[in-house]
Nanobody, 115 residues
Framework: QVQLVESGGGLVQPGGSLRLSCAAS????????MLWYRQAPGKQRELVAGITSGGATNYADSVKGRFTISRDNSKNTVYLQMRSLKPEDTAVYYC?????????WGQGTQVTVSS
């Protein structure tokens, strides 16, 4: 079983930056695809970014060019660097790990973009 713990959320002004981290327990972290989702109040959870075990990345159109996902397999950690933040980026951000049919979720971290 894998446990995921997100950190790095908080309050930031529009145009600012934050880096989210997701630390995974357990072995075989490098085999998992890692993803970041977010859920704003009253909205469905949406995929923000993903990174495969091989390092290939993909992004939602709304964050392309502003967010960067990366992973450090030596630290069992995935990151989401967020720049040029907008109020519409406000949401709870969740880390997700996937390997075949196995999926784990973190508890989420709040990101609020407001002046």
């Amino acid at each position: 079983q894998v446990q995921l713990v997100e950190s790095g959320g908080g309050l930031v002004q529009p145009g600012g930056s934050l880096r989210l981290s997701c630390a995974a327990s357990g072995s075989s972290f490098s085999r998992y695809a890692m993803l970041w989702y977010r859920q704003a109040p009253g909205k469905q959870r949406e995929l923000v970014a993903g990174i495969t075990s091989g390092g290939a990345t993909n992004y939602a159109d709304s964050v392309k060019g502003r967010f960067t996902i990366s992973r450090d397999n030596s630290k069992n950690t995935v990151y989401l660097q967020m720049r040029s933040l907008k109020p519409e980026d406000t949401a709870v951000y969740y880390c997700n790990s996937k390997l075949l049919s196995i999926s784990y979720w973190g508890q989420g971290t709040q990101v609020t973009v407001s002046s």
